[in-house]
């Protein structure tokens, strides 16, 4: 006697290659440290995918001015902090973050994917941060330019 078929459902095999992107923590002259807020409601940093014949560094760039409208200069290109998720299309992601300085007291956001943009004292940004990995991206950040503001005044 035959058996019937069963079929099994295929399940989505753990994906090996991640998706690079680049982003950009930026601060202004107050220190304060910019965010947006997501049409989900999550408080991020901004953040892209690198266009061909782009660096990571230039793709951050306009990344932040594409989503914010901040015009922004990077001091030290050398400090760059690799971030590793999944989003929410089960797409790992590779995400290269460069520190960023600003002119720039308020954003203009120039994408319907962000409902709300500020520049935030640092502590209040780690509160305001939807994601720990962004929290601790910022406590890395912040401790770099505490160690390169200690260098530079000794």
Same mark, same amino acid.
């Given at each position: 006697?035959?058996?019937?078929?069963?079929?099994?459902?295929?399940?989505?095999?753990? /994906?090996? &290659?991640?998706?690079?992107? *680049? #982003?950009?923590?930026?601060?202004?002259? $107050? +220190?304060?440290?910019?965010?947006?807020? @997501?049409?989900?409601?999550?408080?991020?940093?901004?953040?892209?995918?690198?266009?061909?014949?782009?660096?990571?560094?230039?793709?951050? /760039?306009? &990344?932040?001015?594409?989503? *914010? #409208?901040?015009?922004?200069?990077?001091? $030290? +290109?050398?400090?760059?902090?690799?971030? @590793?998720?999944?989003?929410?299309?089960?797409?790992?992601?590779?995400?290269?973050?460069?520190?960023?300085?600003?002119?720039?007291?308020?954003?203009?956001?120039?994408?319907?994917?962000?409902?709300?943009?500020?520049?935030?004292?640092?502590?209040?940004?780690?509160?305001?941060?939807?994601?720990?990995?962004?929290?601790?991206?910022?406590?890395?950040?912040?401790?770099?330019?505490?160690?390169?503001?200690?260098?530079?005044?000794?």
């Amino acid at each position: 006697m035959k058996r019937p078929m069963t079929h099994k459902r295929r399940q989505k095999r753990p /994906q090996t &290659e991640r998706i690079g992107g *680049a #982003g950009g923590v930026v601060f202004n002259r $107050d +220190d304060d440290v910019l965010l947006l807020k @997501h049409l989900s409601g999550d408080w991020v940093f901004p953040k892209g995918h690198v266009d061909p014949g782009e660096s990571d560094l230039e793709a951050a /760039q306009r &990344e932040v001015e594409e989503e *914010a #409208g901040v015009r922004t200069w990077c001091e $030290d +290109d050398g400090f760059v902090v690799k971030t @590793h998720y999944v989003n929410d299309r089960q797409v790992a992601r590779e995400i290269d973050w460069f520190v960023f300085e600003t002119e720039a007291t308020e954003p203009e956001l120039r994408e319907a994917l962000f409902t709300e943009g500020a520049f935030l004292p640092p502590e209040r940004a780690l509160d305001r941060l939807s994601h720990p990995q962004d929290r601790d991206l910022l406590r890395r950040v912040l401790a770099w330019r505490r160690r390169k503001d200690g260098e530079d005044v000794g």
